[in-house]
């Protein structure tokens, strides 16, 4: 089962940041969250990851909690082409097993003119 | 970086016939991965290669799918006897993984979408 927990729909207007929250309050000290998005009747899309320390790209940034407990997606400035399912992973571990990704029924991010 | 290729993109078939899709992933990528998903869903993990080795497979993986991934390039997938649960997105993702490391990324291909009739 996936151990992260995130609201099934959120609205966002374009230009305006959206702020995407994920909740995995049994996460272990050495598992890392990712992020991935899936547009329509596409794979989906790597996105940013992280251990502790909050982490930035071109696409996102990634705030996670000092307890680790929880994390949130910020994408700075929405634009259309942002609607799209994300999804919260928390990578699964030990990794000798090859660290499959245990999707969660994600985000619906629609993102509004 | 050409990205992972899935073919075919589409493929419609009856129930009881076989089908196969392959996958090409990312050159020089060393893992290997399938996963399934049905409408509403999120991606769920099938299998995984690391170069030719099959090294886990789920137990959605019933006796009638088999992957393979003969020379730790391309790999295909292979559903016998389809039924009308099978209808999916098969999905495919590679990485380039070295000993136990834990951040190698995940890169996924377009997806084989399967109808059953």
């Known amino acids: 089962d996936a151990k992260t927990t995130q609201p099934p729909s959120m609205d966002c207007a374009e230009g305006r940041a959206a702020n995407l929250p994920c909740n995995h309050s049994t996460i272990s000290g050495n598992e890392y969250v990712y992020w991935y998005r899936q547009i329509h009747s596409q794979g989906p899309q790597y996105i940013i990851h992280g251990l502790k320390n909050n982490e930035t790209n071109e696409m996102a940034s990634l705030i996670i909690t000092e307890d680790r407990k929880s994390s949130t997606l910020i994408l700075p400035h929405a634009t259309l082409r942002d609607t799209a399912v994300y999804y919260c992973?928390?990578?699964?571990?030990?990794?000798?097993?090859?660290?499959?990704?245990?999707f969660g029924q994600g985000t619906e991010l629609s993102v509004k003119p | 970086d050409t990205g992972v290729s899935q073919n075919p993109r589409h493929k419609i078939t009856k129930r009881g016939q076989n089908v196969t899709f392959r996958c090409d992933p990312i050159s020089e990528h060393n893992r290997l991965y399938w996963y399934r998903q049905t409408l509403g869903q999120g991606p769920e993990f099938l299998t995984y290669?690391?170069?030719?080795?099959?090294?886990?497979k789920s137990r959605l993986l019933s006796d009638r799918f088999s992957a393979e991934r003969p020379k730790g390039s391309f790999s295909t997938l292979e559903i016998q006897r389809t039924e009308q649960g099978d209808s999916a997105m098969y999905l495919c993702?590679?990485?380039?993984?070295?000993?136990?490391?834990?951040?190698?990324?995940?890169?996924f291909g377009p997806g084989t979408r399967l109808t059953v009739l």
């Open positions: 992973i928390v990578r699964d571990y030990p990794y000798n097993q090859g660290g499959k990704l245990i």
């Open positions: 290669f690391q170069n030719e080795a099959q090294l886990e």
């Open positions: 993702a590679s990485s380039l993984g070295r000993g136990q490391e834990v951040t190698d990324t995940q890169y």
